[in-house]
């Protein structure tokens, strides 16, 4: 059992709005940053949201993400077929002293 | 061009060791904080360690705390990690990653763990 449970899966069809959320404690999500994080088939994992709420530069506005009180979530407009991948969430935990990710919840476009 | 490019993977047994490099280039290397994370293949991913950009802070994982050394050489742009001891558990792709939070992830290496 992941420290930041996430939903395994998730899915929608193209144009959709979809959102994964990410479920953390005082120690984690609570007094710090939460980071998202895609990683497409294959490839290594690319920073999609950091602080909360801030966007990379080149990444583009369909992603967004949200925190409140312990937990975060991302929401992804426009659903295209090549956003299909495995999204994780991300943060520093106080209690243990290392960054906990989640358990990842893998997007389908159908 | 920034890139961050792992090696040292490989086929190893059971308690023997590995030691795993990250050359860093396009980057003013000696100003960032680096991670290494791994990931069994098709499954989640699991930080492994941190070390602060002049290497005076390193942070460890519970389960790979006085087995795995993290360590860094700012003259060559170069983030390294001592495994020791290793198990089958240990087996996974490690990336490693720059930035205060992972921000920059390399293509990972592969450590296979078996007799």
């Known amino acids: 059992q992941s420290v930041l449970p996430q939903p395994p899966s998730a899915s929608g069809t193209p144009g959709q709005r979809v959102t994964i959320s990410c479920s953390g404690s005082n120690s984690n999500i609570g007094p710090n940053y939460v980071y998202w994080y895609q990683q497409l088939p294959g490839t290594a994992p690319k920073l999609l949201i950091y602080?909360?709420?801030q966007r990379p530069s080149g990444v583009p506005d369909r992603f967004s993400g949200s925190k409140s009180g312990t937990s975060a979530s991302l929401a992804i407009s426009g659903l295209r077929a090549d956003d299909e991948g495995d999204y994780y969430c991300?943060?520093?935990?106080?209690?243990?002293?290392?960054?906990?990710f989640g358990g990842g919840t893998q997007l389908t476009v159908l | 061009e920034v890139q961050l490019v792992e090696s040292g993977g490989g086929l190893v047994q059971p308690g023997g060791s590995l030691r795993l490099s990250c050359a860093v280039s396009g980057y003013t290397f000696r100003s960032y904080w680096m991670h290494w994370v791994r990931q069994i293949p098709g499954k989640g991913l699991v930080w492994v360690s941190r070390?602060?950009?002049?290497?005076?802070?390193?942070t460890y994982a519970g389960s790979v705390k006085g087995r795995f050394t993290i360590s860094r050489d700012n003259a060559k742009n170069t983030l390294y990690l001592q495994m020791n001891s290793l198990r089958a558990e240990d087996a996974a792709v490690y990336y490693c990653a720059l930035g205060e939070a992972p921000r920059d992830w390399g293509q990972g290496t592969l450590v296979t763990v078996s007799s």
């Open positions: 991300a943060a520093w935990d106080d209690s243990l002293s290392g960054w906990v």
């Open positions: 070390i602060s950009n002049d290497g005076s802070i390193t």
């Open positions: 602080r909360n709420n």
